[in-house]
């Protein structure tokens, strides 16, 4: 009959045991029993309070006899078609070649000078990928259709053409100016 002190690997694991523990009983805990009298010589600090936060509020939507949000405006505005053909008038060209500047949107665009040839005025203008293309009025330019109306020494004006939120559209002005 063999005995457990018999198998090799119950021994191993039996001195290794013996070893491990026999490390943990020294007596030189100094500096351990040291550090726990400085933390326990501390005066204790304030835990500040947890900040209080508001109840978020609801919101009933009680309007059963407005437009649902989720219904598209065409199917609710059934003079939509009389707003674009009356309106102001004003729409964008859509069959028009788009060009390269419409690929951003304005505020990606930075106009990076001027440049005099032949008695015409361009504006130079860099986009984000650090391509710079020559403009002048009559240009596009950003995504709302913005046509480039003036160019001085140090902008841009552009008049865009936007949605009014009714289905026809509205111009607005913008610029783009030097940047340094």
């Avoid at 859509?94 to 000078?113: C, F, K, N, S, T």
């Avoid at 984000?128 to 913005?146: E, M």
């Avoid at 140090?154 to 111009?171: A, N, S, Y």
């Amino acid at each position: 009959m063999k005995t457990f002190l018999h198998n090799p690997l119950a021994a191993a694991v039996l001195m290794a045991s013996a070893a491990g523990l026999a490390g943990c009983g020294g007596a030189n805990t100094q500096d351990l029993e040291q550090y726990v009298q400085e933390v326990s010589a501390q005066q204790p600090t304030r835990i500040e309070p947890l900040p209080e936060f508001k109840p978020f509020e609801t919101f009933l939507y009680q309007a059963g006899d407005l437009r649902s949000p989720f219904q598209p405006m065409d199917s609710v505005r059934p003079d939509r078609q009389m707003v674009q053909e009356g309106g102001s008038g004003i729409r964008p060209d859509l069959q028009r070649p788009r060009e390269p500047l419409e690929e951003a949107p304005l505020d990606a665009l930075r106009m990076v000078g001027t440049l005099e040839q032949f008695g015409e005025s361009w504006a130079l203008v860099r986009m984000n990928d650090g391509t710079i293309h020559r403009v002048q009025p009559g240009n596009y330019a950003g995504h709302n259709h913005g046509k480039i109306t003036r160019i001085t020494e140090d902008r841009i004006e552009l008049t865009e053409i936007i949605p009014d939120g009714l289905g026809g559209w509205q111009e607005r002005q913008a610029s783009l100016a030097l940047s340094e």
